[in-house]
Structure formats: C-alpha cells, structure tokens
C-alpha cells in the first residue's frame, strides 16, 4: 500500500488546467485587502471631504460677490441713512459712511454740524432716489437722489457709494457738501472753547496758518483776546453760502464770548480735493468792521475801543 497521502478518489495533485481551488488565491487577495484598504479609504473620504468644503467656500464667496456687487444693496444703505437723517439720528447717520469720509468728518462735531444743516435748510423729510449706475467692477456706484427739506425745499444730489467690504456698501462722499463746511466750523469753535488752540490752528489752510504766524503765535494771540473779550463760550451757526466758483463756503454765524454775546461772525471754509476742507479765514464783526479772529496782539486796543465799555449786550 502506497503511503502518499490520498484521499478517496481525488488525485494527490492538482490537474491542469482551471478548477474551483486555483481561484483559492484571489479569494484570499479579497478576503485579506480590508485591513490594508480601509485606511486608503479613509484617506480618500477626507480628501474628498476637504474638496466639497472647498468648493462650498468658494461657490460661497462667489455668491457673497456677485450679490455685493447687485443694485438693491447700494439703494438700501441710502434708504437707511435717509431714515435716520430723518429722524435726525446723526451718529446713525454717520455709521453708514466709509472710513475715508468719516476721516474728513469728525465724529464729535458730525452731529452739530448735520444739526446745522437741517437749522440752515430746513429738516430733511423725504428723500427719492432715482437711478443707480454700478461700475463694471461692481466696486462702486453712484445714485441720483432728490432730497426735500422743509425751508428749501427740493434738492437734487448724486451720491457716491463703494463696496468697503464684500457685500457692503457705504458714503465716499458726503450726501451734502454743506455738511463738511459746517462740520469744519462746528470742530474750529469746539477746540477754542476747549482751549485746544493747537488743534484749532491745524484746521486753518496753509495761507491762513502762514498769516497768523505759527501754532506758539496763534495760542498767544487766542490767549491775549479772551482776557479782552472772555472765552469762547458758543457758536450759532446761522447761514452757509457758496461763492459763485464753488471753492469757498462762506458760513455766517454768532459768537458768544465771555464778557460779549451774539457777535456777528464769518468763517470761511475751502472744500479741498480730497473731499475734506479747510479755513481759509475767521473774521468777527465790530461796528461793522471787519477783524480777524484772534486778532494780533497789536490790534486789540482798537477792539476794546470798538467794544466801548463792554455791556454784554452785544457788539
């Protein structure tokens, strides 16, 4: 009897050709592939997973973009700050102007001085916007808008309008020139009353700086007239017109000082280029004469013989 290994009728060796065993080594392969697969996978479905986020980021941005850039968006920023100049909410007013024009118009003295356009013009009570034109870029527009107030009546505006940020749009120019100029004029009175002689001297223009000497002359000059006249106590702002060449707004008003009340007044304010302004001259009225605020020292003797014995009643 053979001792080679045989079991019933099936040979000890494989036949040639295929059979069901020689398919034994791929369902092995298969069997065995999950532990060396799954991390692949797994590598896959986070890979897959960091390019849906991606492409949701980007079809979001995408969407931010082309919304931002769509007409309503402008229209609705104008709609708001008509509401709140309306309302004569100022520093809500203010909210909606971009960072360069807030930086031509000073956030303590904004308030006064749209306060004082709406005392010069009347308060503002309807606004009607009109057509609104959207640069190929969609970064900027600007908007015809009809603007009514109750002593002038109708105005027409075209207001500037940016995107300072995806999706948002705000003022790069002021709604109303005068508001600059009154503004300004706003700010020069508040930093005298101050005694912040410094600042006052930086809002003057080159020439008029170069005229009253330097920042230490100003001061002295300031100094030398309070003792005179008292401190800057108020301003009235009272009328605002622009010369016929629209490069200087002439702004009216009434000064009280310590020792004198209500003097007639005239600052004069230079719009510049960039869209902020500047104070060509102050000048204040005695007996109808014309003197420059401060005066040099040299001229207050003259002023305390127009001022006669200072009643405090006025000049």
Same mark, same amino acid.
Request: proline share 8%.
């Given at each position: 009897?053979?001792?080679?290994?045989?079991?019933?009728?099936?040979?000890?060796?494989? %036949?040639?050709?295929?059979?069901?065993? &020689?398919?034994?080594?791929?369902?092995?392969?298969?069997?065995?592939?999950?532990?060396?697969?799954?991390?692949?996978?797994?590598?896959?479905?986070?890979?897959?997973? =960091?390019?849906?986020?991606?492409?949701?980021?980007?079809?979001?941005?995408?969407?931010?973009?082309?919304?931002?850039?769509?007409?309503?968006?402008?229209?609705?920023?104008?709609?708001?700050?008509?509401?709140?100049?309306?309302?004569?909410?100022? %520093?809500?007013?203010?909210?909606?102007?971009?960072?360069?024009?807030?930086?031509?118009?000073?956030?303590?003295?904004?308030?006064?001085?749209?306060?004082?356009?709406?005392? =010069?013009? /009347?308060?503002? $009570?309807?606004?009607?916007?009109? @057509?609104?034109?959207?640069?190929?870029? /969609?970064?900027?527009?600007?908007?015809?808008?009809?603007?009514?107030?109750?002593?002038?009546?109708?105005?027409?505006?075209?207001?500037?309008?940016?995107?300072? @940020?995806?999706?948002?749009?705000?003022?790069?120019? &002021?709604?109303?020139?005068?508001?600059?100029?009154?503004?300004?004029?706003?700010?020069?009175?508040?930093?005298?009353?101050? *005694? @912040?002689? $410094?600042?006052?001297?930086?809002?003057?223009?080159?020439?008029?700086?170069?005229?009253?000497?330097?920042?230490?002359?100003?001061?002295?000059?300031?100094?030398?007239?309070?003792?005179?006249?008292? /401190?800057?106590?108020?301003?009235?702002?009272?009328?605002?017109? %622009?010369?016929?060449?629209?490069?200087?707004?002439?702004?009216?008003?009434? =000064?009280?000082? /310590?020792?004198?009340?209500?003097? %007639?007044?005239?600052?004069?304010?230079?719009?510049?280029?960039?869209?902020?302004? @500047?104070?060509?001259?102050? *000048?204040?009225?005695?007996?109808?004469?014309?003197?420059?605020?401060?005066?040099?020292?040299?001229?207050?003797?003259?002023?305390?013989?127009?001022?006669?014995?200072?009643?405090?009643?006025?000049?």
């Amino acid at each position: 009897m053979s001792t080679d290994p045989y079991y019933g009728d099936v040979p000890p060796y494989l %036949p040639d050709g295929p059979t069901t065993p &020689a398919l034994a080594p791929v369902a092995v392969a298969t069997v065995g592939a999950p532990p060396l697969a799954a991390p692949n996978r797994r590598r896959l479905f986070l890979i897959g997973g =960091i390019a849906l986020v991606v492409l949701a980021l980007i079809g979001s941005l995408a969407f931010v973009a082309v919304r931002a850039a769509t007409p309503s968006d402008a229209q609705s920023v104008a709609q708001n700050y008509c509401a709140a100049a309306k309302a004569q909410n100022y %520093p809500k007013a203010y909210t909606y102007f971009a960072p360069g024009l807030q930086g031509a118009l000073d956030a303590v003295a904004y308030p006064a001085g749209a306060g004082a356009v709406d005392a =010069i013009s /009347g308060k503002l $009570t309807a606004c009607k916007l009109g @057509k609104l034109h959207v640069t190929p870029d /969609g970064k900027a527009a600007t908007l015809s808008v009809s603007v009514t107030r109750q002593k002038v009546g109708s105005q027409a505006f075209v207001w500037q309008f940016a995107q300072v @940020k995806t999706g948002t749009w705000q003022f790069t120019a &002021a709604p109303d020139a005068a508001v600059v100029s009154l503004t300004l004029a706003t700010l020069y009175c508040t930093d005298v009353h101050a *005694n @912040k002689l $410094t600042e006052a001297f930086n809002l003057l223009t080159a020439a008029a700086q170069q005229s009253a000497g330097d920042a230490a002359q100003f001061t002295q000059d300031m100094q030398q007239t309070s003792k005179v006249v008292g /401190g800057l106590q108020r301003c009235q702002l009272q009328k605002l017109i %622009p010369s016929k060449d629209g490069k200087t707004n002439a702004i009216k008003l009434g =000064i009280w000082f /310590g020792n004198v009340q209500n003097v %007639p007044a005239e600052i004069d304010v230079q719009p510049q280029a960039d869209g902020t302004a @500047k104070i060509s001259s102050v *000048n204040v009225y005695v007996a109808n004469n014309p003197l420059p605020y401060p005066p040099p020292v040299t001229l207050l003797q003259q002023i305390l013989q127009l001022l006669g014995t200072l009643t405090g009643t006025g000049a």
